[in-house]
């Protein structure tokens, strides 16, 4: 993009009520997120406990921190595109919606099996170095999600599609 191009567009307009919006939405979603983790480690390591021998503990601990500040992240979002639109934007209808949950549902799913598996790591290796590959096992996680044809199992609108923009 040129300097020339940037120029051009009018600059956004911004009102003090779109401000507070802003942060507000900012606010509940950084609230849902960190609760959402609390929640996930809350209800979730007391069962997954016996799963897991005693050196994976951690392991289980770091998933449930990541399933549930995913889900307190994404969903807060969802939910705020099904009621607001923009220019740019269309609203989220229910239908689309649903399918993103269910996305975000497969994917709570598979950060938990992650951290399982990665939890048996406790059994061969001391708590800290479980712990250290769960932090990154579960959070390299998402990347054989994003080789999955999404298209093919009918959630293509789920996952954005990267656009270039080229300058005119």
């Known amino acids: 993009m040129s300097a020339d191009s940037r120029a051009e567009r009018p600059k956004a307009q911004r009102s003090l009520a779109g401000n507070v919006l802003f ?6 979603v ?14 979730l390591l007391s069962p997954l406990s016996a799963l897991v ?5 951690h392991a289980v ?10 889900t307190g992240l994404v969903l807060p979002l969802i939910l705020f595109g099904m009621v607001r639109a923009g220019e740019d934007t269309p609203r989220v209808g229910p239908g689309v919606a649903a399918r993103k949950i269910l996305a975000l549902l497969v994917f709570a799913v598979w ?4 951290a399982v598996a990665v939890a048996q790591l406790g059994y061969v290796l001391p708590r800290d170095l479980t712990t250290t590959v769960a932090v990154f096992g579960v959070g390299f996680s998402w990347m054989p999600l994003v080789m999955v044809p999404w298209e093919k199992l009918g959630l293509g609108g789920v996952m954005p ?8």
């Open 61 to 70: 601990g770091v998933g449930c921190i990541g399933l549930g500040g995913i």
């Open 111 to 114: 950060i938990l099996l992650v």
């Open 23 to 28: 942060a507000v939405a900012a606010i509940v």
């Open 30 to 43: 950084s609230a849902t997120t960190v609760l959402g983790a609390f929640a996930a480690v809350a209800l």
């Open 53 to 57: 021998p005693e050196g994976g503990e």
């Open 161 to 168: 599609k990267p656009t270039s923009r080229k300058a005119n």
